[in-house]
């Protein structure tokens, strides 16, 4: 196999650790100035992802899903699916009666953290980062370079060289930990039925973007959910 030019892992982590980045500056500084990093949070990693993608990056996302239309429908019928286990135990379960680090904490987003008058375009914003950019961002960086850097560290192999969703224990194991730790402890318990049961369905699909889908759909469908209970009357802000 012809060797590869350099080592291939900035378009997989920039756009993820700038996200991550500008969310830590903006609960650092005065509340206003945070609140208005906002935009740059949303902006600035989709504006990565679409250049490093313009630069020949993500091969893996050049093809579309297989299947067609009816593959991309069962990718987000999981990931529907997914969001009910992840919201389900904490809509049933008395916080009260659970253990301290697993009781969700009252500090989810606010949609008026912009001002009142702003709250469409804070929500607008929080849609866009929460169920179209970190869903690009985290499946690129865990389920293509993460798991596959996993089987490679450790032997000087390039991680490209590895296909995608090929399964071992090693990679498996990776992403779980990963994904479920980079989430807050009250989550946990859901992250890691999350993380297992879509590791598995991207066993079967076999292609990034499946699970890009399956992503964005939770994402999207725990959004629509809570948007609709605050109309109602119930405070659900901290699943965002």
Request: charged residues 15%; hydrophobic residues 55%; proline residues 9%.
């Amino acid at each position: 196999m012809t060797p590869r030019p350099g080592h291939g892992w900035w378009p997989y982590l920039v756009p993820l650790f700038t996200f991550l980045f500008l969310g830590e500056i903006s609960g650092r500084v005065p509340e206003p100035f945070g609140a208005w990093l906002l935009p740059a949070r949303v902006v600035v990693p989709a504006a990565l992802l679409a250049y490093f993608f313009s630069r020949g990056a993500y091969p893996e996302l050049r093809t579309p899903p297989p299947g067609g239309a009816a593959g991309l429908t069962l990718d987000e019928l999981v990931g529907i699916v997914g969001a009910a286990v992840w919201m389900a135990p904490y809509l049933w379960l008395d916080h009260a009666a659970l253990p301290g680090f697993l009781r969700p904490k009252p500090d989810g987003f606010d949609p008026e953290l912009l001002g009142v008058g702003w709250a469409p375009l804070a929500l607008s914003l929080r849609l866009l980062g929460y169920a179209l950019v970190t869903p690009f961002a985290e499946e690129l960086f865990v389920r293509s370079w993460l798991a596959r850097w996993l089987e490679v560290f450790d032997s000087g192999r390039d991680f490209r060289e590895v296909p995608i969703a090929h399964a071992s224990r090693r990679s498996f194991a990776g992403v779980v930990v990963f994904f479920t730790v980079g989430h807050v402890a009250w989550e946990w318990p859901v992250a890691v039925l999350w993380v297992i049961g879509t590791q598995l369905w991207f066993y079967r699909r076999r292609h990034l973007g499946s699970l890009v889908a399956v992503h964005a759909a939770s994402n999207l469908a725990i959004f629509v959910a809570v948007v609709l209970a605050g109309r109602s009357g119930r405070d659900l802000w901290y699943f965002l």
